[in-house]
């Protein structure tokens, strides 16, 4: 079976009794906007999916494996307008206000369960709002249930080219309050980082595309207070 739309084409087929879905997706928009309602967001609002009081144990059982995922031309933006965020330099990136484009998206083994989804991005290119474009991205990811797991990461701009292991966790509500309690880890192998790279995620630091520094070792904490080790 084929579904061809718009804005992309979706080929769904059997393979040992199990459905493979092949997706390719072309000039789509994305918007997550964390609201201050009863529904918390956009999309929850859309199906009319009100929060339960208390948390439902659910198994993490696999709904569906997209095979293959590209994507082309997409944009993503993230709202928050509970406790947006004010004050930061334009380089910096503003996680309640944020905007990605130009998504180039190859991945594999894209699964949706209960709680989590995980993926295997072998190429992912995009601009951000702040004027940062990354030219490759590769990582093995799972996020879900307020954690976002991400390893083997290789990121490249054409002069930060960095390689890590990054983690960040905090209860779902915490999230509205990015800078000061969504907690942090990285574990970074031997890369070099631009001081520009940097400036993104570290709003006092004033971006310098001619500085680069070599950092090897652990980074944890919040934004505010984010500390590091060998």
């Given at each position: 079976m084929h579904c061809i739309g718009q804005h992309g084409l979706l080929l769904v087929g059997k393979y040992d009794g199990r459905a493979h879905i092949i997706v390719k997706l072309r000039d789509a928009q994305f918007n997550l906007v964390i609201e201050d309602n009863e529904y918390s967001n956009n999309l929850s609002r859309m199906f009319k999916l009100v929060p339960p009081e208390e948390p439902v144990p659910m198994p993490d059982k696999d709904i569906f494996t997209i095979r293959s995922l590209t994507a082309d031309n997409l944009t993503y933006t993230m709202r928050n307008y509970i406790a947006p965020i004010t004050g930061l330099p334009e380089s910096a990136i503003n996680w309640s206000n944020m905007g990605v484009d130009r998504i180039k998206l190859r991945a594999h083994?894209?699964?949706?369960?209960?709680?989590?989804?995980y993926a295997t991005v072998e190429h992912m290119s995009f601009h951000e709002r702040t004027g940062w474009d990354v030219k490759e991205l590769t990582a093995d990811v799972a996020v879900g249930e307020g954690l976002a797991d991400i390893r083997n990461i290789h990121l490249y701009d054409g002069r930060t080219d960095a390689y890590l292991d990054y983690s960040m966790t905090a209860p779902v509500t915490d999230y509205a309050d990015y800078v000061n309690k969504v907690v942090m880890k990285a574990d970074i192998r031997s890369s070099r980082?631009?001081?520009?790279?940097l400036a993104h995620f570290i709003p006092p630091l004033n971006p310098d595309s001619t500085t680069f520094v070599h950092l090897k070792g652990k980074m944890h904490g919040?934004?505010?207070d984010l500390c590091g080790d060998n």
């Open positions: 083994n894209f699964r949706i369960s209960h709680r989590h989804f980082w631009s001081l520009d790279a919040p934004v505010a």
